[in-house]
């Protein structure tokens, strides 16, 4: 069973405006949450991460919050940059995962001039 | 950011051959690596965690006698998909964790397996 959800497969933003992907996850066991970028043809990247006794992190251009108790996350990009067109995964940890993670389906960004 | 290898990046092969997929971190030692898998349009799976000198450790309903996976160096890691079937076809990613903190895993580039 999925246990980490991205229910928009894509989303279309104009540059300089702000790029919002949402995530829910349904382990409440999970106490760690990353969000990773991939370009094609590569592996994905780190981009920023949260702790479950947090509510909010940001990192430039980056923010990530989390609503534990909705089970949500969601990652704020502003303003969106050509650039930052790819697939962005939401992913999920628990601490006795040992660094196992549970990754969403991913969400293509495209940034349009 | 640290650099992860894998090699081939593609390859196809004939039903019931076995294919070996290599995993390197190049500039740092993993003592943990990790393999996933990702069907089209859907989210990296979780198929094992490699470590160094152990044995893998499979996720459920991970075949370990398909999927056999050696982590013989700080550096390398391989997994080997065995009698290759067309379902096994996939994308197959591996990543290698650098210290102790789920941030610092890195991974590779990914390996396109189409089993004919």
């Known amino acids: 069973d999925q246990q980490v959800k991205q229910n928009s497969p894509s989303l279309s933003v104009q540059e300089g405006r702000i790029s919002i992907l949402n995530c829910d996850y349904t382990?409440?066991?999970?106490?760690?949450f990353l969000w990773y970028k991939k370009y094609p043809a590569e592996g994905p990247t780190f981009l920023i991460s949260?702790?479950?006794?947090?509510d909010k992190n940001e990192d430039g251009r980056f923010t990530v919050f989390l609503n534990k108790s909705a089970k949500h996350l969601s990652l704020h990009i502003v303003p969106s940059q050509p650039g930052d067109s790819a697939v962005y995964f939401c992913?999920?940890?628990?601490?006795?995962?040992?660094?196992?993670?549970?990754f969403g389906a991913g969400t293509q960004v495209v940034v349009t001039p | 950011g640290a650099v992860v290898s894998q090699h081939p990046s593609r390859v196809i092969c004939k039903s019931g051959t076995s294919v070996k997929i290599e995993c390197r971190s190049l500039?740092?030692?993993?003592?943990?690596m990790f393999w996933y898998r990702q069907f089209p349009k859907q989210s990296l799976m979780l198929m094992a965690t490699?470590?160094?000198?152990?044995?893998?450790?499979?996720e459920q309903g991970v075949e370990k006698d398909k999927f056999l996976i050696n982590h013989a160096s700080l550096t390398l890691s391989t997994l080997t998909v065995t009698s290759a079937h067309p379902e096994d076809s996939s994308f197959y990613i591996c990543?290698?964790?650098?210290?102790?903190?789920?941030?610092?895993?890195?991974f590779g580039p990914g390996t396109r397996l189409t089993v004919l």
């Open positions: 990543s290698a964790q650098r210290g102790s903190d789920t941030d610092t895993q890195y």
């Open positions: 949260i702790s479950s006794i947090k």
């Open positions: 490699s470590n160094e000198g152990s044995k893998a450790t499979y």
């Open positions: 992913a999920a940890s628990a601490t006795d995962s040992w660094g196992k993670l549970q």
């Open positions: 382990n409440s066991m999970f106490d760690y």
């Open positions: 500039d740092f030692q993993a003592t943990t």
